[in-house]
């Protein structure tokens, strides 16, 4: 895995512009909705709750973060082996600086 670039945020898992990702913006990051970007996938997360986004980032080579918002749900996909999870779109920024410093 290289260096995280961007991270495609699928629309039902952004309910509001949190200033979580205003913090990852200012830390260099892309976030957004997802735009087809597949440039250099293994610099892109995909924040997904469905099984159906979690083979799209996969089926793309995309980092696949499954946002387990609904936990019953969440143990069942974990069987996908998402590359990564997190509870809210809150931890992002310390699950990237956590990251960053696993590479480095």
Do not use: H, N, W
């Not at 913090?23 to 997904?48: K, N, Q, W």
């Amino acid at each position: 895995m290289g260096p995280i670039r961007k991270i495609q945020i699928e629309p039902d898992c952004l309910d509001a512009e949190l200033p979580a990702l205003d913090e990852l913006r200012a830390m260099g990051i892309e976030v957004g909705p997802p735009d087809g970007d597949a440039a250099g996938p293994s610099g892109i997360m995909y924040i997904t709750e469905t099984a159906e986004g979690l083979k799209f980032a996969k089926d793309r080579g995309l980092i696949s973060i499954l946002l387990m918002s609904d936990p019953d749900e969440a143990m069942k996909l974990t069987a996908l082996e998402p590359d990564g999870a997190i509870v809210s779109l809150l931890e992002l920024p310390d699950f990237l600086r956590l990251l960053r410093s696993r590479l480095s």
